[in-house]
């Protein structure tokens, strides 16, 4: 047993800070000791088997409900290794990799291929499964084969199920699983009604009509969170919604929510910051799916996320090569790397408390992807050493440290942002040491 | 006045420091030899990543007439045919030194987005819906000449408003120069927003024309048929083309315009055209004149004596 010590630092608990002392396993990976005190020896200190953390918090680790890798297909964007790079940094001991690769994860063989591909990840890389062969949206994909093999959350990413007879099926199919196969599966959706947006570049409002970018209006994702709602109470099912970004669909799923329909959704960290007046520089690092919002939607997203309506922050980490996102607004494709500054966002530019962020980075993401025995777990003897050690005030520029991601699209170049990850512990090895990558 | 991107970057006071130096210029080209040395020596590319006939001559013919050199440069003969990137064509064509660069292309932004890769003036001919600075400046230049002012001035309108940067740019040129302005389009036509703009929307043409000063036709196009935007050319002139019947309501000093081409029968009647009050052949005029004009401001010496003549 190698036994690593941190001290000083604040653990993040349910009801806030409690100033404690946290000794790991780097061998069993658990958490061995917490105790107001833990006594370490000089030789400790000196082979950094002891760690001063004060001013520090420690939470366990974070979990991302939507990632892109680009691996297979875009490894010129991303690979996995790369993405788990950027996950390291920002503090993830776990990430849900989108299945919309090239080829796509609808089959058993795809998901062992993505494993196998994981193997020198640094933190955990959980596969999801697409709901339908190809994303056709024709056959169902072999659910219960990919479940074996671990998948638990399915979703054709993309604008989302557009058939409602397919998502109906879909959602009765993987509910079914659970009983079937004990595990917690899952139907996620993003939400983009695909007859009303096509051709849009940016929200619809005052700005689209003044850059001369077609719109994409709030309604084609309000009137799908409204549909697959009802479907979900419909099948008497579960449903997570991808990516929220309108202060309609929050307040759908605040009704829902009362109503007792069983649904969870998640908010992108640039939906919590930016409005769709960026797009007027015809920047594509502020071109996004869903669109950036209104000041409203902005406000509402904010307001929702303290709520309780949303459930979880989830970094949408999309790499574009800089060759794509220097093309013309309108053919540049969307999204940003964001892995490493979700964190910075919450503690740095919404000021959340604590449990807050740990709320909706760890806690609950890990109980939606079924992932809680190993993540997100509380801090006590016996649990895994999956941790993510912050230091709310320290600060850095974004995009002045050489990049762990292959790709650098981030409307946040140049910003100095406040709350860094100091350390990231994964099975009881740190992946992460003074913010930087320790392989 | 360096780059010319959108009209929203000049004031109305800059505008009509244009439009006077734009007056000079034309009275160069009423000489035998309708050209000055104001230009030589400095080198202009026009870019056209979209189809063009009248702006791209327009700038060629402002251009020679101040005697740069001028490189034509457009999309169906270009290495991006090949797949080079717009930032490779842009930095290639700025490596071997140039002065001002025209663009016209079918993405709203694009001019915005290379003054990054480029030293050179940059002059927006036209990208995507967004704006046509020049085109406003010789709309306000045409209306100037015939009306005096667009000071108070009644201006309409007519068309799709929602797909046209010609609509975006006149918008802004004719408030800045104080005119008030109103549009007419069918709702399919007019942007979702127009939250911002200075504008008033008048419910049908026929209601709108009652007291303008300028009826502005914009040009519409036969694919928004084909989107559901509109029913029929049939339907749509009906309600919004100027017909023969329409234009003798028009008042006596009533001028018309359009920003070309024109589809003759839809939005414009062919018999309507022969009517004095049409200024659509001013237009193409002035243009030479205002592109001489926002050329020279971009990259000429600063200051440039007019009666200058080249030896005939």
Same mark, same amino acid.
């Given at each position: 047993?190698?036994?690593?010590? =941190?001290?000083?630092?604040?653990?993040?608990?349910?009801?806030?800070?409690?100033?404690?002392?946290?000794?790991?396993? /780097?061998?069993?990976? =658990?958490?061995?000791?917490?105790?107001?005190?833990?006594?370490?020896?000089?030789?400790?200190?000196a082979?950094?088997?002891?760690?001063?953390?004060?001013?520090?918090?420690?939470?366990?680790?974070?979990?991302?409900?939507h990632?892109?890798?680009?691996?297979? %297909?875009?490894?010129?964007?991303?690979?996995?290794?790369s993405?788990?790079?950027?996950?390291?940094?920002?503090?993830?001991? @776990?990430?849900?990799?989108?299945?919309?690769?090239?080829?796509?994860?609808?089959?058993?063989?795809?998901?062992?291929?993505?494993?196998?591909?994981a193997?020198?990840?640094?933190?955990?890389?959980?596969?999801?499964?697409?709901?339908s062969?190809?994303?056709?949206?024709?056959?169902?994909?072999?659910?219960?084969?990919m479940?074996?093999?671990?998948?638990?959350?399915?979703?054709?990413? %993309?604008?989302?199920?557009?058939?409602?007879?397919?998502?109906?099926?879909?959602?009765?199919?993987?509910?079914?699983?659970?009983?079937?196969?004990?595990?917690?599966?899952?139907?996620?959706?993003?939400?983009?009604?695909?007859?009303?947006?096509?051709?849009?570049?940016?929200?619809?409002?005052?700005?689209?009509?003044?850059?001369?970018?077609?719109?994409?209006?709030?309604?084609?994702?309000?009137?799908?969170? @409204?549909?697959?709602?009802?479907?979900?109470? =419909?099948?008497?099912t579960?449903?997570?919604?991808q990516?929220?970004?309108?202060?309609?669909?929050?307040?759908?799923?605040?009704?829902?929510?009362?109503?007792?329909?069983?649904?969870?959704?998640?908010?992108?960290?640039?939906?919590?910051?930016?409005?769709?007046?960026?797009?007027?520089?015809?920047?594509?690092?502020?071109?996004?799916?869903?669109?950036?919002?209104?000041?409203?939607?902005?406000?509402?997203?904010?307001?929702?996320?303290?709520?309780?309506?949303i459930?979880?922050?989830?970094? %949408?980490?999309?790499?574009?090569?800089?060759?794509?996102?220097e093309?013309?607004?309108?053919?540049?494709?969307?999204?940003?790397?964001?892995?490493?500054?979700?964190?910075?966002?919450?503690?740095?530019?919404? %000021?959340?408390?604590?449990?807050?962020?740990?709320?909706?980075?760890s806690?609950t993401?890990?109980?939606?992807?079924?992932?809680?025995g190993?993540?997100?777990?509380?801090?006590?003897?016996?649990?895994?050493?999956?941790?993510?050690?912050?230091?709310?005030?320290?600060?850095?520029?974004?995009?002045?440290?050489?990049?762990?991601?292959? /790709?650098?699209?981030?409307?946040?170049?140049?910003?100095?942002?406040?709350? !860094?990850?100091?350390?990231?512990v994964?099975?009881?090895?740190?992946?992460?040491? !003074?913010?930087?990558?320790?392989? | 006045?360096?780059?010319?991107?959108?009209? #929203?970057?000049?004031?109305?006071?800059?505008?009509?420091?244009?439009?006077?130096?734009?007056?000079?210029?034309?009275?160069?080209?009423?000489?035998?030899?309708?050209? &000055?040395?104001?230009?030589?020596?400095?080198?202009?590319?026009?870019?056209?990543?979209?189809?063009?006939?009248?702006?791209?001559? $327009?700038?060629?013919?402002?251009?020679?007439?101040?005697?740069?050199d001028?490189?034509?440069? $457009?999309? +169906?003969?270009?290495?991006?045919?090949?797949?080079? $990137?717009?930032?490779?064509?842009? #930095?290639?064509?700025?490596?071997?030194?140039?002065?001002?660069?025209?663009?016209?292309?079918?993405?709203?932004?694009?001019?915005?987005?290379?003054t990054?890769?480029?030293?050179?003036?940059?002059?927006?001919?036209?990208?995507?819906?967004?704006?046509?600075?020049?085109?406003?400046?010789?709309?306000a230049?045409?209306?100037?000449?015939?009306?005096?002012?667009?000071?108070?001035?009644?201006?309409?309108?007519?068309?799709?408003?929602?797909?046209?940067?010609?609509?975006?740019?006149?918008?802004?040129?004719?408030?800045?120069?104080?005119?008030?302005? +109103?549009?007419?389009?069918?709702?399919?036509?007019?942007?979702?927003?127009?939250?911002?703009?200075?504008?008033?929307?008048?419910?049908?043409?026929?209601?709108?024309?009652?007291?303008?000063? &300028?009826?502005?036709?914009?040009?519409?196009?036969?694919?928004?048929?084909?989107?559901?935007?509109?029913?029929?050319?049939?339907?749509?002139?009906?309600?919004?083309?100027?017909?023969?019947?329409?234009?003798?309501?028009?008042?006596?000093?009533?001028?018309?315009?359009?920003p070309?081409?024109?589809?003759?029968?839809? #939005?414009?009647?062919?018999?309507?055209?022969?009517?004095?009050?049409?200024?659509?052949?001013?237009? &193409?005029?002035?243009?030479?004149?205002?592109?001489?004009?926002?050329?020279?401001? $971009?990259?000429?010496?600063?200051?440039?004596?007019?009666?200058?003549?080249?030896?005939?």
């Amino acid at each position: 047993m190698t036994r690593i010590v =941190l001290r000083g630092g604040d653990l993040v608990t349910a009801s806030g800070l409690v100033r404690k002392d946290l000794a790991f396993d /780097s061998v069993s990976g =658990l958490i061995v000791e917490v105790a107001d005190h833990i006594d370490v020896s000089q030789d400790d200190i000196a082979q950094g088997r002891a760690m001063d953390i004060d001013g520090c918090w420690v939470s366990s680790g974070f979990v991302d409900l939507h990632c892109h890798l680009g691996e297979p %297909g875009d490894e010129g964007a991303e690979t996995i290794l790369s993405g788990s790079r950027a996950g390291a940094i920002g503090g993830y001991t @776990a990430l849900l990799a989108m299945p919309t690769t090239d080829p796509c994860v609808d089959s058993a063989g795809a998901v062992l291929g993505l494993q196998a591909l994981a193997r020198s990840a640094l933190c955990e890389i959980v596969p999801m499964g697409m709901l339908s062969v190809g994303g056709a949206e024709d056959a169902l994909a072999p659910a219960a084969e990919m479940a074996e093999f671990g998948v638990q959350v399915f979703t054709d990413g %993309g604008h989302g199920v557009q058939d409602a007879g397919f998502l109906r099926r879909a959602l009765d199919y993987v509910d079914d699983l659970r009983s079937s196969t004990g595990q917690p599966c899952l139907v996620a959706q993003p939400c983009d009604l695909r007859t009303l947006s096509k051709g849009g570049q940016m929200h619809e409002g005052a700005w689209s009509s003044r850059l001369g970018l077609a719109g994409i209006p709030a309604a084609a994702e309000e009137i799908m969170v @409204a549909q697959t709602l009802r479907l979900a109470r =419909l099948c008497d099912t579960r449903v997570h919604l991808q990516h929220l970004s309108t202060a309609v669909s929050f307040e759908l799923v605040r009704n829902a929510k009362e109503e007792g329909i069983q649904v969870s959704i998640d908010v992108s960290p640039h939906h919590l910051i930016f409005q769709d007046g960026e797009c007027a520089s015809y920047d594509s690092r502020f071109k996004f799916r869903p669109p950036l919002r209104s000041e409203a939607d902005v406000e509402a997203a904010r307001f929702a996320l303290l709520d309780g309506t949303i459930d979880a922050v989830a970094s %949408g980490h999309r790499p574009v090569t800089s060759d794509q996102k220097e093309r013309p607004f309108d053919q540049a494709p969307s999204g940003a790397v964001s892995l490493d500054i979700v964190l910075s966002v919450l503690v740095g530019e919404l %000021g959340l408390e604590p449990e807050v962020v740990a709320r909706v980075l760890s806690w609950t993401p890990a109980r939606i992807a079924g992932l809680h025995g190993q993540h997100g777990c509380s801090l006590e003897q016996g649990m895994p050493a999956n941790l993510a050690v912050v230091n709310p005030k320290a600060t850095r520029v974004i995009g002045q440290s050489s990049p762990v991601s292959r /790709s650098t699209n981030t409307p946040f170049h140049g910003r100095t942002m406040t709350g !860094n990850i100091c350390h990231t512990v994964w099975k009881g090895d740190f992946v992460v040491r !003074n913010s930087e990558i320790t392989r | 006045m360096r780059h010319l991107l959108s009209i #929203e970057d000049l004031s109305g006071e800059e505008m009509q420091d244009l439009l006077r130096l734009a007056k000079s210029f034309e009275t160069v080209q009423q000489r035998p030899v309708p050209k &000055v040395p104001a230009l030589r020596g400095k080198t202009v590319v026009l870019a056209f990543f979209e189809d063009s006939t009248r702006t791209r001559t $327009s700038f060629d013919l402002a251009a020679r007439r101040l005697s740069a050199d001028l490189v034509n440069f $457009s999309a +169906s003969s270009s290495s991006l045919k090949k797949g080079e $990137s717009l930032r490779d064509t842009i #930095e290639t064509i700025n490596a071997m030194g140039i002065d001002g660069l025209v663009i016209r292309h079918g993405s709203s932004g694009v001019p915005k987005q290379i003054t990054q890769w480029t030293d050179a003036a940059v002059i927006n001919a036209g990208d995507g819906w967004h704006q046509h600075p020049t085109q406003a400046l010789l709309d306000a230049y045409t209306i100037q000449n015939r009306l005096g002012t667009l000071e108070n001035k009644s201006i309409v309108l007519c068309g799709d408003i929602k797909h046209s940067r010609v609509a975006r740019s006149d918008v802004q040129a004719f408030n800045k120069l104080g005119a008030s302005v +109103s549009l007419v389009a069918p709702r399919t036509l007019l942007p979702v927003s127009l939250e911002g703009w200075p504008v008033r929307v008048e419910p049908s043409l026929d209601q709108a024309i009652e007291n303008a000063d &300028v009826l502005y036709m914009l040009r519409i196009q036969h694919e928004r048929m084909g989107q559901s935007l509109l029913p029929s050319v049939r339907e749509y002139r009906r309600g919004y083309g100027l017909t023969a019947e329409r234009a003798g309501r028009l008042g006596p000093a009533c001028i018309i315009m359009h920003p070309g081409p024109m589809n003759r029968g839809v #939005e414009i009647d062919a018999a309507v055209l022969e009517d004095e009050r049409v200024a659509v052949l001013d237009q &193409v005029t002035a243009g030479v004149s205002v592109r001489m004009a926002v050329l020279f401001a $971009s990259i000429g010496p600063g200051s440039f004596d007019v009666s200058q003549e080249l030896p005939t």
